[in-house]
Structures are given as structure tokens and as C-alpha cells.
T-cell receptor, first 117, second 113 residues
Framework: SAVISQKPSRDICQRGTSLTIQCQVD?????MFWYRQQPGQSLTLIAT?????????ESGFVIDKFPISRPNLTFSTLTVSNMSPEDSSIYLC??????????????FGEGSRLTVL | AQSVTQPDIHITVSEGASLELRCNYS??????LFWYVQSPGQGLQLLLK??????LVQGIKGFEAEFKRSQSSFNLRKPSVHWSDAAEYFC???????????FGTGTRLQVFP
């Protein structure tokens, strides 16, 4: 398993600003994933972040809006840029451990709940 | 198209009653199936998973799920629900050599004393 810490746990932001969410894992992992969970909806994958390479974004998500950093094997950040109320969501970091690679078995952080006014 | 359907948005049960949460999937290859639980204000926790083998899988917290290929289903069950089981439950499907999961829309479980 893996222990994942996310910061901030929640925040209230003003329209037009940007916020960076941090994700720290207690062990080295190859793949880190960022999900969005909009109010009352399921999880949607934003992007996959590998250390040392550009993040891979899913359809509907772009790097300019959601820039991601992955400086090492235990840390990643997701920035939500130029926020609007539609970006109000829970953003979840998840990882796949070395033991369970390529199986889809994920461990999740507690999420960062963003409210944009 | 690949998808997961959880037909029940909200279920209410009495404590001690049995529980079954439904999950149907559409997936082009051999599916890997998961159930996750999300307690209020928390991230997702893996309850159980199915990769292959015995179609009845046991998970944590007394939960089990049965994979039925003919029905494309992976329903979650618990014989006796506890008040602490109140949470949102998500079914998800993935496949061999893929890291991407497709999640259902979730079922919110409410437990009455």
C-alpha cells in the first residue's frame, strides 16, 4: 500500500486565480494520477504524471489549464489555473504501487476540495 | 464504449440488514474490477478487486463481490450492514496492462439505526 498526503485539504478561491495542489507519497512510485470529482459525480481522470516526462492528459483536459509537475518519484503538483466556479471540485491524487503496476489498483489521497467563488 | 453503470444513486438500509450494490460494466477486453469506498471528507479506499480466478472475492470490512461474466456484473454485498458503512461506493473497471480506471457514478449508502 501507499500513504498519500495532499495539501491543501480544502480551499476557497477567487475567480481568475490559480491554486497548486501538492501530493506527497511515502514511497517511490512510477505512476501518479490526478482525478477530478465534481459535485455529485464520479471520478474523471485528468492526467497521468510520470517522473522525468511530460504529463499525459485525457480528452477534455489541457496543460495550460492543469499544469502538472513531477520532479521526483514521491511528489507531484497539480495547478488549477485561471479558476472559474466550474472548477469547484475535489481533486484527488492517486498512485499505483510498484507491486501492482499496470493493474489499475490505485491508492488515493484524501483529496483537495476547491470552491471557486 | 467502455463504461460502468451503477443504477442505484442512493440506497437506504437499516443497520443489520443485508446489502447489495449493483454494478454493470462494458469493457472490450478481460476486465479487472474494483470496488472503492469513500467516506465523507475522505479519499477512496479499495474494498476489493477481481483480476481472475474465483468469481466470488472477499474484501475488507466484511464485503464481498461476485463477478458474473454472462451478466457483465460485479455486485457488492454485505450480509449485515453497520452504521459505519454509510459512505459512497464506487465500482470501477480496468484491464490488463492499463493504469486507467473507469469509474461508475457511485451509490450513496445511508444506514439507519
Amino acid at each position: 500500500s501507499a500513504v498519500i498526503s495532499q495539501k491543501p485539504s480544502r480551499d476557497i478561491c477567487q475567480r481568475g486565480t490559480s491554486l497548486t495542489i501538492q501530493c506527497q507519497v511515502d514511497s517511490q512510485v512510477t505512476m501518479m494520477f490526478w482525478y477530478r470529482q465534481q459535485p455529485g459525480q464520479s471520478l474523471t481522470l485528468i492526467a497521468t504524471a510520470n517522473q522525468g516526462s511530460e504529463a499525459t492528459y485525457e480528452s477534455g483536459f489541457v496543460i495550460d489549464k492543469f499544469p502538472i509537475s513531477r520532479p521526483n518519484l514521491t511528489f507531484s503538483t497539480l495547478t488549477v489555473s485561471n479558476m472559474s466556479p466550474e472548477d469547484s471540485s475535489i481533486y484527488l491524487c492517486s498512485v499505483e504501487t510498484a507491486v501492482q503496476t499496470n493493474t489499475g489498483e490505485l491508492f488515493f489521497g484524501e483529496g483537495s476540495r476547491l470552491t471557486v467563488l | 464504449a467502455q463504461s460502468v453503470t451503477q443504477p442505484d444513486i442512493h440506497i437506504t438500509v437499516s443497520e443489520g440488514a443485508s446489502l447489495e450494490l449493483r454494478c454493470n460494466y462494458s469493457y472490450g477486453a478481460t476486465p479487472y474490477l474494483f470496488w472503492y469506498v469513500q467516506s465523507p471528507g475522505q479519499g477512496l479506499q479499495l474494498l476489493l478487486k477481481y483480476f481472475s480466478g474465483d468469481t466470488l472475492v472477499q474484501g475488507i470490512k466484511g464485503f464481498e463481490a461476485e463477478f458474473k461474466r454472462s451478466q457483465s456484473s460485479f455486485n457488492l454485498r454485505k450480509p449485515s450492514v453497520h452504521w459505519s458503512d454509510a459512505a459512497e461506493y464506487f465500482c470501477a473497471v480496468g484491464g490488463y496492462n492499463t493504469d486507467k480506471l473507469i469509474f461508475g457514478t457511485g451509490t450513496r449508502l445511508q444506514v439507519f439505526p
